[in-house]
């Protein structure tokens, strides 16, 4: 059976809020472009972002933030995620993509889920370190946007 180019590509997953894009997002971006060869970012919904950092959140609308991050040479892909309220449905998202990586920040809270969701399709998960650089929210602050 002959293959596609899309079937031999390795999948890296990311998913995130990338609100207010900025040095550390790039270099976390183009680091876990390293681990593969197609990088797919699946990007949380306005009503996701503003239940996980508050209702000044997010700043720009999932459409700008999709437009952003498609405009990044290292992106592949942007799934523009629909409001998710349950693991299944992460867990399906990472069964629909199949990656061969699913990769995130050193301290990721959920990394625990993200390593059962990577065992269920036999992919791995690379640890990216963290860089010293503003995070989005400390950047908000700094603005005056929250």
């Known amino acids: 059976m002959k293959q596609d180019n899309n079937e ?10 990338f609100d207010l894009l900025h040095f550390g997002h790039i ?9 593969g060869d197609y990088l797919v970012v699946a990007l949380e919904s306005d009503e996701n972002v503003r239940r996980m950092k508050g209702d000044a959140r997010p700043i720009h609308t999932q459409a ?8 990044l040479s290292c992106v592949d892909e942007v ?11 992460y867990a399906k998202l990472v069964t629909d993509v199949h990656p061969g990586v699913i990769a995130v920040t ?4 959920v990394i625990g889920k993200k390593q059962q969701h990577a065992t269920t399709i036999d992919a791995r998960v690379a640890v990216i370190p963290k860089i ?7 950047l908000a602050k700094l603005l005056g946007l929250e």
């Open 8 to 17: 031999r590509m390795k999948k890296v997953l990311v998913g995130g809020c």
């Open 27 to 35: 270099e976390f971006l183009k680091k876990a472009k390293e681990q």
């Open 64 to 71: 700008q933030r999709k437009a952003m991050l498609t405009a």
């Open 79 to 89: 799934i523009s995620l629909p409001t998710m309220t349950s693991d299944a449905e």
């Open 106 to 109: 050193e301290g990721d809270p």
């Open 132 to 138: 010293s650089t503003p995070s989005t929210s400390q």
